[in-house]
Each structure stands twice: as structure tokens, then as C-alpha cells.
């Protein structure tokens, strides 16, 4: 059994390369992971090394994203609580379903071990494997040739060392001078026998010894290895799993088109574009990997299991993202425009008065208030002291108590002024903006 398992694309060998003899020097021993071709049944070959191996190190880059194989391999990492992320390509995040695990940011990394980054990683894999720094570090894995397999290269030299020989005991022998004469005479037997049958005996040269490598386990041999039983029926659960996906898929689109609509028809628009374009490259890798699995043979369950609890998570963060994502556009009449404006003029009659019309007439209205607090946050921004902004603040107080729902859905602007507010005005003007959170909870 390794120590690591190192998954990574083959794009970023030469950086894999240098992962595997710092964690070797480290005390671990690393087993290589391998590319494979599409459609080979990569699960015999490796299945029992990455569920064997106690850690899984992942390398995240641009390259290793792009990876269902480098994916697969994480995947199984993260089902068996092994997995250590390090990401080594700059501006990219972790695919869906492993961006809660912390990975080690290494992306611009300069190879001094005493970085906190390298730390981190450190303390992370020994959490599941023990360093032995006895351990050889030349050790490597070489794959079988035989297994057909086209590895990542990343060779990496090991001299050969030659073997010394023990040191020549120069003191005297305590053996017994019989015993030495008993060994002489067998020796002279010994060559009389072969001196006297070397007519019928052939004697053959020694062969050179050559190194070989590793045998392979058998997996029809090997109980450690466990062979794929392909006997199983699992037609009924992988029928279900699909209709599972294909239901969801379903669901998500027309959620997505509905939303969109409402964009091409200007009733919303997308406000955050960043979670959006996560969102879609999520559902494009889901897609592909469902894409895989048919042209590997609709077979893998287990593969199917992830795509479907992937499929279940991504509508769940589509749901929940809606209302980040897609922000409703709000008009308010001209009338409600110039009562804004006007309460932030000079003349304090008029601020009055339009402090007033707003309660009473637009209170009720979340447009007109969204569009009051925007102007609150901009006002502050040019003047902390237009005594328009206390106005506003007067109202909102009292609005909150009366009409609270025409302000919460604008309860995160709302809050970004009341935060900066609370560290600029009085105590006074401070008891009024926690009065506004209070009545929002």
C-alpha cells in the first residue's frame, strides 16, 4: 500500500514531478497516477492503487480541470475522506462539489519549504499518512509495461548503487585446525566426483541477472485486487439514476429559460454575470460527463452515482442563486424620481415635505424604496453631513415599523449604508439605524 496517490493532468507533469520528490524527501511513498485512453476500463487498472492508497493529492490547474479522468480520481478521494487539494494554476476555482474542501494555494509557489502553504499541505497529508523519513527517497512506482498503459511521463534519474562488500575479518579464527582440514578434504572429493563424470555432465553457464520489474497483481489472483463484477444487474437502480438526472436536467432548464426570458423581456437582469457563468460552466461539465459515461458504455454505476448526487447539488445552488443572480428592474414614477431628489436639496421645508409624501404614498412601494436607499449610499459617499441623509434615515425607521416587506428585498444595500453609517453619526442617529435592523430580523 502507498502512501499518496498524486492525480493530475498530463499538461502539468513537469510540476507533478516536482510534488513527487518533495513529498518522497518528506518520508512518503507516491504512486503515479496514469493517463487513460477514452473508453479503456480504467477501474481494473487503478480502482485498487487510489482505494489502497491512504491520501490522494489532487493538483487543480487549468489543464487538470478539463480532466473527467482527473475528476474521477478526486472523486473517489473525496468519498473515502482523503482527498488534499492543491491548486497550482492561477484565477480558476475547484469544480463543483470540491469547493468546500481547503486546498493548498500553490499556484505561485517558489519552493521554500518553510512557506505556510507548503506547511499546511505538509500537515494535511500526514493526517492521513505517517512521513517515514527512513524511507528511501528514490523510491518511485514504474508501471508494468505490459499493462499497455501510456503513463505521464516524468522521468526522474536514480543512480545505481553499487553493493559494497563486507569488510575482511583479519583476526585470528577460533575455528578448530581439524575443522579446516575436515572442509579441504571435502573440497578434494567434491572435485575428484566432477573430475571423474565430466564426460556425461554438462555444465551450464549462469545467466545474467537482470533487474526485473514489479510483478503486477492478478486481479483474477489477487484477492486485494477486486475485480469489476460484471455479472451484476444493475439495470433497474442505473434506469433510475438516469430518469433522476434527465428530471433534473429538466427542472434546471426550465428554471434558467424562465429567468431569461424575464431578461430578454427587460422585467430583470443579471446582476451578478460571475455566478452566472459558474452556473453554466457547471451544467456544460455535467453534461460532458454524462456524454462519457454513454461512450464508456452506460455501465459504470458508481459513475452514474456521482453525476446524479453532482446533478441534485447543482439544482440546489441554482435555486438558492436565483436571487443573487437575476435582479428584478425596477421603475418607479416620475413623481416618486422628484420627491428623491428632493429630500436631499438645501431647502429644509422641502425635505420635509418630501420626506413626508414618501412615507405616506410610497411606503408600501419596494421600487421607491430600493431607489431611496441607492441614493442614500450615494449621498453618503459625497456629503456624510447633507442633512437629507437624516431625513431618509428618519423615514426608513419608520417605514420599517410599518410597511418592513418594502424594504427587504433591498436588506443587503440597506445594511452596506447602515454599517457605515453607525461609525460616522451620533447616538441619536445610531439608535434609529439599529431600530431599522431590529425591525428587519
Known sequence: MKDIFISYSRKDSEIAEKFQKLLTEEGWSVFWDVE?????????????????CKCIVVLWSEHSLQSDYVKEEAAIGKSGKKLVPIMIGSDI?????FGMLEAAMLNDWDGDKNNREYQNLIKAISKHATPNKDRNSSETVVPNPDQGI??????????????????????????????????????????????????STTVKPLKPVVD????????????????????????????????SIS??????????DNELQ??????????????????KNTRSDLDARM???????SKDLEQLKGIAADSKKYLSTLNSSLGDIFKVVESISPEAKGLITQLFETNEGRRKSARNT????????????????????????????????????????????KNPDSLRPHKKALSEFIDKAMKQYKAGTQGQLRSIQRNLK
Open 150 to 199: 501510456t503513463t505521464k511521463t516524468a522521468s526522474i534519474s536514480v543512480s545505481k548503487t553499487k553493493t559494497t562488500p563486507p569488510p575482511v575479518n583479519t583476526a585470528k579464527s577460533k575455528t578448530p585446525l581439524f575443522a579446516g582440514l575436515g572442509l579441504g578434504l571435502l573440497a578434494l572429493l567434491a572435485a575428484g566426483f566432477f573430475f571423474f563424470n565430466k564426460s
Open 36 to 52: 487513460i485512453l477514452p473508453g479503456e476500463a480504467w477501474s481494473d487498472k487503478l480502482e485498487a492503487k487510489l482505494n489502497d
Open 358 to 401: 414618501l412615507m405616506k404614498t410610497y411606503g408600501n412601494n419596494p421600487a421607491v424604496m430600493g431607489a431611496l436607499i441607492d441614493q442614500c449610499n450615494k449621498e453618503f459617499k459625497k456629503d456624510i453631513y447633507n442633512n437629507g441623509i437624516f431625513q431618509a434615515i428618519w423615514a426608513l425607521n419608520e417605514i420599517s415599523k
Open 291 to 297: 456524454k462519457q459515461w454513454v461512450a464508456n458504455g
Open 247 to 256: 428530471d433534473i436536467n429538466m427542472s434546471s432548464k426550465k428554471i434558467l
Open 93 to 97: 476555482t475547484p469544480p463543483f462539489g
Open 212 to 243: 526485473q520489474p514489479a510483478p503486477v497483481p492478478d486481479k483474477d489472483k489477487d484477492p486485494a485486487v477486486k475485480p469489476i463484477d460484471d455479472t451484476a444487474d444493475n439495470s433497474a437502480e442505473i434506469n433510475n439514476l438516469r430518469k
Open 262 to 279: 424575464d431578461v430578454s423581456n427587460k422585467k430583470k437582469e443579471i446582476a451578478a454575470p460571475g455566478k452566472f457563468t459558474a452556473l
